[in-house]
């Protein structure tokens, strides 16, 4: 009976140390979890926690950021409605290379970006745009690319870069658009999520097409569309005469899937009423 109850007892204290095992190895995993899910919170707050609100109404509005330590935004040259609080003064952020900075001048963006980053305090940053519009916040997915109409651009998280590409698929080099044939491309370069803002003329408002769906734009209308969308030139009129005499001509033709974003207003239009009144 002894030999019995020792053999019983000696079973149970196995099972206690081999549960004991178990949960220090269960502790292990979850300070690891742990550890892993501060990392993670770390990575997602350096781009998604950026407090911004758009002050004012469509027309007259501006977009403000609550700068922390070391949050940054890249912004177009000449944005700038004021600084607030600790943040270190405005430098220019380069490019990998001058030609990839040249090429984005030649979409119709600024060839040099400004970036402002939070100091130790922190701090607020206004940003605006100079047209009577409004401001489109584009949420950018991890590696996501959007081309924009030229000069949109308005500011975005540091991870974004502002590229160019050759968008017209038609052959015909950007006759009759005031777009062209090479585009600002945006990009979110990592695997984080990412903002961009963009300045329209007017209102703007989201399209989504199915697949072989189609849609003409007027070309000045054009705001955004995912990357892998391409256009071809084509006339909104019926016939010749009506394509030149009918004030439309000609117009961006893209065909789903994919999602497309319009600015209500031309600008262009707005720009030739200047003109004749003075």
Same mark, same amino acid.
């Given at each position: 009976?002894?030999?019995?109850?020792?053999?019983?007892?000696?079973?149970?204290?196995?099972?206690?140390?081999?549960?004991?095992?178990?949960?220090?190895?269960?502790?292990? *995993?979850?300070? +690891? @979890?742990?550890?892993? !899910?501060?990392?993670?919170?770390?990575?997602?707050? =350096?781009?998604?926690? #950026? /407090? $911004?609100?758009?002050?004012?109404?469509?027309?007259?509005?501006?977009?403000?950021?609550?700068?922390?330590?070391? *949050?940054?935004? +890249? @912004?177009?040259?000449? !944005?700038?409605?004021?600084?607030?609080?600790?943040? =270190?003064?405005?430098? #220019? /952020? $380069?490019?990998?290379?001058?030609?990839?900075?040249?090429?984005?001048?030649?979409?119709?963006?600024?060839?040099?970006?400004?970036?402002?980053?939070?100091?130790?305090?922190?701090?607020?940053?206004?940003?605006?745009?100079?047209?009577?519009?409004?401001?489109?916040?584009?949420?950018?997915?991890?590696?996501?690319?959007?081309?924009?109409?030229?000069?949109?651009?308005?500011?975005?998280?540091?991870?974004?870069?502002?590229?160019?590409?050759?968008?017209?698929?038609?052959?015909?080099?950007?006759?009759?658009?005031?777009?062209?044939?090479?585009?600002?491309?945006?990009?979110?370069?990592?695997?984080?999520?990412?903002?961009?803002?963009?300045?329209?003329?007017?209102?703007?408002?989201?399209?989504?097409?199915?697949?072989?769906?189609?849609?003409?734009?007027?070309?000045?209308?054009?705001?955004?569309?995912?990357?892998?969308?391409?256009?071809?030139?084509?006339?909104?009129?019926?016939?010749?005469?009506?394509?030149?005499?009918?004030?439309?001509?000609?117009?961006?033709?893209?065909?789903?899937?994919?999602?497309?974003?319009?600015?209500?207003?031309?600008?262009?239009?707005?720009?030739?009423?200047?003109?004749?009144?003075?």
């Amino acid at each position: 009976n002894s030999l019995n109850k020792n053999k019983k007892n000696n079973s149970i204290d196995t099972k206690k140390s081999q549960n004991n095992s178990t949960n220090i190895k269960n502790s292990q *995993d979850n300070s +690891i @979890n742990i550890k892993k !899910s501060q990392n993670n919170n770390t990575i997602i707050k =350096k781009n998604k926690n #950026i /407090k $911004y609100s758009i002050v004012g109404k469509p027309g007259s509005n501006y977009v403000k950021f609550d700068l922390k330590l070391n *949050d940054a935004i +890249i @912004n177009s040259p000449g !944005s700038l409605i004021y600084l607030r609080g600790d943040i =270190k003064k405005g430098e #220019i /952020k $380069y490019d990998d290379s001058f030609g990839k900075a040249f090429w984005r001048g030649i979409a119709g963006e600024d060839i040099f970006i400004s970036r402002y980053v939070g100091n130790n305090k922190g701090g607020s940053i206004a940003l605006g745009i100079d047209i009577p519009g409004d401001i489109l916040c584009l949420d950018l997915e991890p590696k996501s690319e959007w081309i924009i109409s030229r000069g949109s651009f308005l500011c975005a998280y540091d991870n974004v870069s502002i590229e160019s590409k050759y968008t017209n698929s038609s052959g015909i080099i950007g006759i009759g658009t005031s777009e062209g044939f090479i585009l600002p491309l945006i990009k979110n370069n990592d695997n984080n999520n990412s903002k961009v803002w963009l300045g329209c003329y007017g209102t703007f408002e989201k399209i989504n097409l199915n697949n072989n769906e189609t849609i003409i734009i007027d070309n000045s209308c054009f705001l955004a569309c995912t990357k892998n969308m391409e256009y071809i030139i084509e006339s909104f009129g019926k016939d010749l005469t009506s394509t030149f005499l009918g004030g439309e001509v000609f117009g961006m033709k893209f065909k789903g899937p994919g999602t497309i974003y319009i600015q209500s207003k031309n600008f262009n239009n707005f720009k030739n009423m200047v003109k004749l009144k003075k």
